[in-house]
Every structure is written in C-alpha cells, then in structure tokens.
C-alpha cells in the first residue's frame, strides 16, 4: 500500500522541480523531504530520484508515479472536502492570500469575521501578487487566494480552479493637485502621452496591464518610478515625481496634494477569488467566501466607491452554480453538493 504522506511529498517535488522547494511548499526541512523518498523508492522497488548536475531529476518511474500521486492526491482532497461537507463544520487550517490592496481592503473585516463566526478555524494570510497567488493554490500551498485581472487583459486560470467574483473595482488616474489637467471630469489617456509614470514592478501583471493600455491608445508610456504597493505610488504623486493608476479598492485615505479624476475608458479591474475545484464542498472556503463577500457589502456602506459586485448570492452570466451558491468560472472536475 502506497503511503500517502510520501505520494505528497513526490508530488511536490514534480511541482517545484527541486528538493528545497518541494521542502518550502510542504513546510518541512529538506532531510525530510530526502528521507521519505527514500522510503518511497523502497516501497516500489524502483528508483524515482536521479542525480541532476547539483540537484536531482526524476526518473521515468517517478514522473509516472508522480501523475498517479496528483490523482491520488486530488481524490483524497476530495474525499477530505466531503466528509467537512457532511459534518458541516467550519474548522481546522485555511491559508489564504490576497494582491497588496485587497489584503489592505479587505482582509482585515473578512478574516476578523470567520475569527468571530468560526473560533475553530485557523486562517494563515500572506500577502502575494495575483500570479504568485494562483500558483499557490494550484501548488497546495494555498487554500484560496485573492486575485484580480484588468477588463482588457485576463488573468489566465489553469484547469482545475474555481473561481467567483467579489466585485468590479473602477480605477481613475491620480494626479499632482498641481496638474494642469487636475479639474477636469475626465481625462483621456492620450493626453497622458509627455507624463511620466509611477507603476508596479517589472513582470508584475498589473505593469504588464499598464504597458499594453497605454499602448493600444498610441502612448508610449515613460515609465519613472516603480513600487508595488498602491499607497507608496500615491505618496510619489503627492510629491510631483509622475502620475498613477489610482484603484479604489484600498485607496483612502489620499495622500494630500493628490487629485484622482475618472478615465474617459472607465477602466475597471476585476477582483475574484479562486481555489481548487476539488476542495469546492469544504465549509471553510465557503465561509471565507462569504466573508469576503460581506467586506465588499462593509465597504459600500462605508461610503467606498467600488462598483457593483455581481453574485452576493446570484451566479454570474454563463457560470454554473453549486452548492455553495458562488458564481463559478473555470470548473472542471467540482460536483455539486448534496
């Protein structure tokens, strides 16, 4: 009989490509990791680890066992989801993380919420950028994460997500109170051409976002600063040194001497929170859905401006709906509840 415990770690290691990450990703030290291999390769009888320059390959036998232990594993996380489904009881470990400005916005009501409701429930949060996020879950290291995409760009979801939206955040652009264009109602982005430009670090989806709207509209963007986090770009404005995309989610307070006016593209971006179809059934991430759901509903009452969030309760158009009520996308292999 295979262990199961050993399956998980070779499946970490097929996931991370090396024995230091499979070691991050399970929490556990790398001699570990080596040690229940070990064991593993005795079980089978076959060697599933070889020697790679200063790292380590695995062999055919362990590629084809570790597509079994992927398997093996989601019908165990699945099973494991059932069985919380059936006792109904929102309990144990969930880690969850969110982009900068989601876990500024809205974490701190949502998981206060589920410590509240839920006292047997322990919520681990980290802060990590939407690509990171979904590699997470995808990975194991996270139950549910936070992540957003722009209303040009996508974010690509792999197979084997699920995912719902939270709510549409509408973005203006921030400017010096000193711009000559900061009363008007509205600017287009065009008009932006000879500004320079405070935006997110390279690589990061948000700055790729920035780069291809800017683009497409004739203007080849003159990129001054860089900083990942919302508050540090508005701080940058407020000092004269460029404009920025301005979000709503997370903006207030504004820093003074900044002036935020609407884009005449109404530009928006999309926040939604995805996990593995396989644990679709699990209490927990049920709650910590509707959680979410009830900071977004916080904010409005706040007097926040964060557009409609189709799917407090109504699936979205085209999704199909579950048992957990959640507008869903990107579903392959999660059943509906009983």
């Given amino acids: 009989m295979l262990n199961l415990e050993r399956l998980r770690t070779l499946d970490a290691l097929a996931r991370h490509g090396s024995v230091s990450g499979a070691a991050e990703g399970l929490h556990i030290t790398t001699s570990a990791v080596s040690q229940q291999m070990a064991k593993l390769e005795r079980e089978v009888g076959q060697r599933l680890l070889a020697k790679h320059g ?191 995309v301005a979000p709503l989610l997370g903006r207030d307070p504004l820093p003074g001497g900044v002036v935020t006016v609407p884009l005449r593209q109404r530009v928006r971006r999309h926040v939604f929170v995805v996990w593995r179809a396989d644990a679709d059934r699990r209490p927990s991430i049920r709650a910590a859905v509707r959680a979410l759901r009830a900071a977004v509903r916080a904010l409005r009452a706040a007097g926040e401006r964060v557009g409609g969030a189709p799917g407090s309760g109504a699936p979205e158009s085209g999704s199909p709906a579950h048992g957990s009520g959640v507008p869903q996308e990107g579903v392959r292999t999660a059943a509906p509840a009983s």
């Avoid at 957003?148 to 010096?176: E, F, Q, R």
């Avoid at 264009?181 to 982005?189: K, N, P, S, V």
Wanted: with cysteine; hydrophobic share 45%.
């Fill in 54 to 244: 200063r790292g380590v390959r695995l062999t055919d036998a362990g590629r084809l066992l570790a597509e079994h232990a992927a398997r093996i594993l989601s019908q165990a996380e699945l099973a494991q989801a059932d069985l919380e489904a059936q006792r109904g009881q929102v309990a144990g470990e969930l880690r969850v993380s969110a982009f900068p400005t989601a876990a500024r916005g809205l974490f701190p009501a949502a998981l206060a919420d589920l410590k509240e409701r839920h006292p047997a429930l322990r919520v681990r949060s980290r802060e990590l950028e939407p690509e990171n996020g979904i590699r997470g879950v995808v990975r194991g290291d996270l139950d549910l994460a936070v992540v957003l995409d722009w209303y040009n760009k996508p974010m690509p979801l792999p197979d084997g997500l699920v995912k719902a939206l939270l709510l549409d955040d509408p973005a203006d652009v921030a400017l010096p109170a000193a711009h000559p264009l900061a009363g008007r109602d509205e600017i287009d982005l065009a008009e932006l051409a000879e500004d320079e430009w405070i935006t997110w670090g390279e690589g990061e989806f948000c700055h790729e976002w920035l780069m291809f709207t800017l683009r497409s509209k004739g203007v080849e963007p003159i990129v001054a600063h860089r900083a990942a986090e919302s508050h540090t770009q508005l701080n940058l404005v407020a000092a004269g040194l460029g404009v920025c």
